[in-house]
């Protein structure tokens, strides 16, 4: 899936929970661009991502805001602007990208092809099947539910118009090969944490200890490379990380091991304890039984000493009973243990296994559950919709994984196309779920390198590391290294005359053994240079140049705003 298709699909995440007061007629337009008449619901859809976005940029500037505070937002301002002219500027510039992308569409004479087709119908049918009653109570009408989803599909093939192999800019399959091949890191290397099994860091000659262990590796690796080159140094690389492996799994099961005699011999001093209790328990009643006989004549009490001693083996003969019962395994009934979600999941998933061995794509989709309230009811009514429409499985294959982002992360825009009221604010979707959307798009976003890998067992060791261009990020703080700053520079200092060889990298809380290798080597059609890597590749180098085609298309565009319906859709009355 493209960059453009997954942020349209991700950051529909943060409209889900919208609201609105009613709305009439005279609103159904929000704005026009260029003559084409922007449905409401298509602002308020971008006015939501606006708003996000607003959110995430104070929250940089001053992270003592409590973003959830609508009346502390409000406040704020941007660029020079109060934060509700700003929320609507940002806004009303991704809907005019959104009108030239269906006008350009046109204008270029493209069509979506059978697959695109089918994804959109897919997510469409999926949402609209769970979700109908609720889209059209708020006044949302199914054609209308598609327009986003469908205008990034659009975006897409202009892209690919211009940019892709062999479009009107000429690109090559070969700039992009050689793109991925300066951009992307092949590379393998173990961690060995500083930290024991509560937590806490190693003393020095612990330390040592691990160090000692760690340059054995690298001089083992070392050896393999000036022996046998690159090759036999990688496979000697997964020796040593095997043996690590192993390492660490006889810490844990030592450490369970040890946990366990710990119990077993308080048991055993609790026991004795209770034993010598017991005892003492006795001593103390046979002195006190005697102590009560003497009492009771004295006084005329009636308790006799056989009727102690009665009741001594009525008691006897109770526990007795009891430990008989534990013996021939009649214990008193225990509840079940209530069914967790896991556990539920685990049923339903073996139940679909059982009515359909072939429905493994259709099991892992039900699984990835969209980010709201729904009833496994509900999930049952919409396979049972899907599959009363008619709709080719194999087209679902096809768009599995495409289905599976849209899950997690697209929701319908909320078009106000009635005069039904709607209801009042929905719960908010808590910080949290925005950041994760957020880390789901990065992760996305790297090369299909790991995906290869996981396909090819020789590199299961392996990693691909995506090179990090610090141009193309506004804040610093935003970067993130794989796995750390310090390793990440110093695999990038590795040149191809040392690809094979093993480096140390020392940091407070682990070492590192770290080797490079030449990425060329994998980059086939059944490795890492797939159909998709060679998309991602062409979206990465070029999508600046297409965000700027976009932009020389929108900078003259004619935008005449409907004052009532900016003022009816404040972004400040929207649930996030």
Request: proline share 2%.
């Amino acid at each position: 899936m493209s960059r453009l298709k997954r942020i349209t699909a991700g950051l529909t995440a943060l409209a889900m929970s919208l609201s609105l007061t009613a709305c009439g007629a005279n609103t159904r337009t929000a704005l026009t661009v260029d003559g084409y008449e922007v449905p409401a619901g298509v602002y308020i859809y971008y006015l939501s991502t606006a708003y996000s976005s607003a959110v995430s940029q104070l929250s940089k500037e001053n992270s003592e805001l409590d973003t959830t505070d609508k009346e502390a937002i409000k406040g704020q301002t941007l660029e020079g602007k109060d934060i509700t002219t700003w929320i609507q500027d940002k806004a009303t510039e991704m809907v005019t990208d959104f009108v030239a992308t269906e006008k350009k569409f046109d204008e270029l004479g493209l069509t979506l092809d059978a697959d695109a087709k089918s994804s959109i119908s897919q997510m469409k049918d999926y949402y609209w099947a769970s979700s109908q009653e609720n889209f059209e109570k708020n006044g949302i009408s199914e054609d209308s539910f598609t327009k986003i989803l469908t205008s990034s599909y659009k975006s897409d093939e202009i892209f690919k118009y211009y940019y892709g192999v062999d479009g009107q800019e000429g690109v090559t399959e070969d700039e992009l090969r050689q793109y991925y091949i300066d951009n992307n890191i092949r590379c393998q290397y173990i961690t060995m944490s500083l930290k024991d099994s509560e937590g806490n860091l190693m003393k020095s000659d612990e330390k040592a200890e691990m160090m000692k262990m760690l340059e054995g590796y690298r001089d083992r690796v070392q050896s393999a490379y000036d022996e046998g080159g690159e090759e036999s140094a990688r496979e000697e690389m997964d020796a040593v990380t095997d043996e690590y492996n192993a390492y660490v799994a006889s810490l844990s099961e030592e450490a369970e091991s040890e946990d366990t005699t710990d119990f077993d011999i308080e048991a055993d001093t609790s026991a004795d304890e209770d034993k010598t209790s017991d005892t003492a328990s006795e001593d103390e009643t046979t002195e006190g039984e005697n102590a009560d006989e003497t009492s009771a004549d004295e006084d005329g009490e009636t308790e006799t000493s056989e009727e102690a001693e009665i009741d001594k083996d009525t008691n006897a003969e109770t526990s007795a009973d009891e430990e008989n019962a534990d013996e021939d395994g009649e214990t008193a009934e225990v509840e079940d243990e209530p069914l967790s979600a896991p556990k539920v999941q685990q049923i339903l998933t073996a139940e679909n296994d059982v009515e359909d061995d072939d429905s493994s794509a259709d099991v892992e989709e039900t699984t990835e559950a969209p980010a709201e309230e729904e009833t496994s009811a509900e999930n049952e009514d919409v396979e049972t919709e899907a599959e009363s429409s008619g709709e080719d499985e194999n087209a679902e294959d096809e768009t599995s994984e495409e289905d599976e982002n849209a899950e997690s992360e697209f929701v319908p825009d909320y078009d106000v196309e009635s005069e039904d009221s709607l209801p009042e604010e929905d719960e908010e979707t808590k910080e949290e779920d925005e950041i994760a959307v957020t880390s789901d798009e990065d992760d996305s976003l790297d090369i299909g390198g790991e995906e290869a890998t996981s396909e090819a067992p020789a590199y299961t060791n392996e990693t691909i590391i995506k090179v990090i261009n610090p141009d193309d990020y506004d804040d610093p703080a935003d970067i993130y290294y794989n796995p750390t700053e310090k390793v990440y520079n110093q695999l990038v200092g590795i040149k191809d005359a040392d690809y094979g060889k093993p480096y140390i990298v020392e940091e407070d809380e682990n070492y590192y053994l770290v080797v490079r290798y030449d990425i060329t080597e994998r980059m086939t059609d059944t490795d890492l240079w797939t159909d998709t890597a060679i998309d991602n590749a062409d979206y990465q180098a070029h999508n600046k140049d297409f965000e700027d085609l976009l932009d020389s298309w929108t900078s003259g565009a004619s935008v005449s705003k409907n004052e009532v319906a900016y003022k009816r859709y404040d972004p400040f009355s929207i649930e996030i």
